[in-house]
């Protein structure tokens, strides 16, 4: 367990791309501009059908990398040493980036949409409590509140084999973990009950909705409780990657036959069920093929975080100057991500090496 798992970090890194790839896209859909988006001027639902691949993960790979994470350094650190690193990586982040960079982004795409309008300044007010496209910053904080008290209970530090380690390592036994996502599925069935609460309507709606802090929730404990299972978790991983590649896929293409709306294609226990085998065909890829250090991945697994944190203004800004040219969206997309990673990254290394504004953007001073 004291081992550094590079597949983990390698997975975060991937996990914080795909998020920023999934952004961009937004912007050449219908729903763009209800989400505070600009748009561009050519856009096409179509791409819903590849963004419904991730759709259903995405997110719930994150909250399982942060359990997994704070399950990791809890192995080196005490509670109180845990709780005041989530609070320099998570809080200070969450503050300076929602008010900065979640404000400017919206003040662009309101810009764009209504022109300027000196109104927006106050948009931080808003965007502190909503947290912008760093929402789930704040889920994984409270989170923390919740668990860091019961990590002794929770976490097999001595590597004992114990009841879980057992299931993981029987044939199938992995699937077990899937019956509290699938009965979270269940539950978001019942939506009409919980629309007085916010409870969402379908099962990619995790943004400031209550079942993306339930199920949030749900994949950060699992991830505490399967990472404490030491090599019984890492071989269940590398054993089952197939089945969940061929279950995932296969869940996946029924609902795409079904047009995404048909009858059960839109049952959140079946898409709750496809999400398990897609995160842990994550988990798997990353065990046999990515638990390695490389310089790369020293890099990126430091830069993502803060390219993550400012991208989203950036991106506004680039599509808002790209989003009437009369480029096909196949050629612009590729064009535009390029940009956005780019500019991303050289705001990471304008403020990456000034001490005082590491700690902003969740870096550790060196």
């Known amino acids: 367990m004291n081992q550094r798992r590079y597949d983990i970090d390698a997975l975060r890194s ?3 791309f795909l998020l920023i790839f999934y952004h961009l896209a937004i912007s050449f859909t219908s729903v763009a501009p209800y989400i505070g988006f600009v748009q561009n001027k050519r856009f096409n639902d179509e791409v819903w059908d590849l963004l419904s691949i991730m759709n259903s993960w995405r997110i719930p790979l994150v909250f399982l990398i942060s359990g997994i994470a704070l399950r990791l350094s809890f192995q080196r650190r005490t509670k109180v040493e845990v709780l005041k690193e989530r609070i320099k990586i998570l809080i200070i982040p969450y503050i300076f980036g929602t008010i900065i960079f979640g404000t400017a982004s919206l003040a662009i795409a309101l810009t ?15 965007t502190i409590f909503d947290g912008a496209h760093l ?9 923390c509140l919740i668990l860091i008290p019961f990590l002794n209970l929770i976490s097999n530090k001595a590597s004992k084999e114990n009841i879980f380690s057992k299931i993981l390592s029987m044939p199938g036994g992995v699937f077990v973990f899937s019956i509290p996502i699938i009965l979270e599925g269940h539950l978001l069935n019942t939506t009409a009950y919980f629309e007085s609460v916010n409870y969402g309507r379908s099962y990619q709606e995790y943004a400031n909705t209550s079942h993306g802090f339930l199920l949030g929730f749900i ?4 991830g505490i409780l399967l990472v404490s299972q030491g090599e019984a978790f890492w071989e269940s ?7 969940h590649f061929f279950i995932g896929f296969a869940f996946y293409f029924y609902r795409f036959f079904n047009n995404f709306e048909d009858g059960f294609s839109l049952d959140n226990r079946l898409i709750s069920f496809e999400s398990f085998n897609f995160i842990f065909l994550m988990l798997g890829l990353g065990a046999v093929y990515l638990n390695k250090d490389s310089p790369q991945l020293t890099y990126y697994k ?10 989203l203004p950036v991106q506004m800004a680039v599509m808002y100057f790209f ?7 196949i050629i612009k997309f590729p064009i535009v991500l390029f940009l956005i990673c780019f500019l991303s990254l050289t705001i990471y290394h304008a403020i990456k090496n000034i001490k005082p504004i590491r700690p902003l953007f969740g870096l550790r001073n060196k």
Do not use: C, D, Q
């Open 112 to 126: 764009f949409y209504e022109g300027w309008s000196s109104e927006y300044l106050w948009l931080s007010v808003v």
């Open 323 to 329: 989003s009437g040219i009369n480029i096909h969206p």
């Open 135 to 143: 929402w789930f910053l704040k889920n994984i904080f409270i989170y």
């Open 14 to 16: 991937i996990a914080m």
């Open 302 to 311: 430091t830069a993502v975080y803060p390219v993550y944190i400012v991208h």
């Open 237 to 243: 991983n590398k054993r089952n990657w197939k089945t």
């Open 219 to 222: 994949w950060f404990f699992l």
